[in-house]
């Protein structure tokens, strides 16, 4: 069955910087967009970014351009979202996404979500 775990949340001040990884496995890692996702206490989801599945387009939210980067490693079947200049804003549950598809990264199309990763911002 598919599987997406999370790992690489943590405590971090402001201007930090944070890793995370998704380790997919159950499918194809390589035939599908993946996509990052957040949720901050009493908001609603927010989508971060997304990756076509073989890396050759990504695209992110205004709010976390020029800070965040997505990456996948489709031999390692691994995803990633690497976090630069932190801001207490930026403070959520992080989940990693598949869509249904190889080049969508619209949160409509996501069929299967990890368990999430806490990151959360000091100011």
């Known amino acids: 069955q598919v599987q997406l775990v999370e790992s690489g949340g943590g405590l971090v001040q402001a201007g930090g910087s944070l890793r995370l990884s998704c380790a997919a496995s159950?499918?194809?890692?390589?035939?599908?967009?993946m996509s990052w996702v957040r949720q901050a206490p009493g908001k609603g989801l927010e989508w971060v970014s997304g990756i076509f599945s073989d890396g050759s387009d990504t695209y992110y939210a205004d709010s976390v351009k020029g800070r965040f980067t997505i990456s996948r490693d489709n031999a390692k079947n691994t995803l990633y979202l690497q976090m630069n200049s932190l801001k207490p804003e930026d403070t959520a549950l992080y989940y990693c996404?598949?869509?249904?598809?190889?080049?969508?990264?619209?949160?409509?199309?996501?069929?299967?979500w990890g368990q999430g990763t806490q990151v959360t911002v000091s100011s």
């Open positions: 996404a598949k869509s249904k598809f190889a080049f969508s990264i619209e949160i409509i199309d996501v069929d299967y």
């Open positions: 159950g499918f194809t890692f390589s035939s599908y967009a």
